[in-house]
């Protein structure tokens, strides 16, 4: 097996610096949206970023613990439908597309991220 091909996802996309920009970069653009900005008015955004990186870099593969809310749980207040969803994931894929991180690499992020959905909109 290629060395490549036994490192984490995490490690693939360029570990927590990859992450860190990533979620800065997507929450920029989670905020000029009309779509789903709302959802972050009253929100310490620093805070939220941080329970974001920590959980990307989790579910990457990562070797760090991740002790925070279950997503069913840190979303169930929400009432967040497909469109949420939706906009959100356009986000981050274009996101990784202006890191140039390769198509290859995005399409295993999306299905990560398609393994969340039933528990982001309470399913």
Not at 55 to 66: I, K, S, T, V
Not at 78 to 95: D, G, I, K, S, Y
Not at 99 to 104: D, E, M, N, S, Y
Request: glycine residues 4%; aromatic residues 8%.
């Amino acid at each position: 097996m290629e060395a490549t091909q036994t490192k984490s996802l995490f490690d693939r996309i360029g570990g927590m610096a990859a992450v860190n920009a990533a979620v800065d970069i997507f929450y920029a653009k989670v905020m000029a949206d009309d779509r789903v900005n709302h959802f972050f008015r009253h929100i310490d955004m620093q805070k939220q970023s941080g329970k974001l990186k920590a959980f990307m870099a989790f579910a990457f593969g990562a070797p760090l613990p991740y002790s925070g809310k279950s997503l069913r749980d840190a979303h169930q207040h929400m009432h967040l439908t497909e469109l949420h969803f939706n906009a959100v994931a356009e986000h981050l894929v274009t996101t990784l597309h202006e890191l140039q991180v390769g198509q290859p690499l995005i399409e295993e992020v999306v299905r990560v991220v398609m393994t969340t959905k039933d528990d982001v909109l309470n399913l």
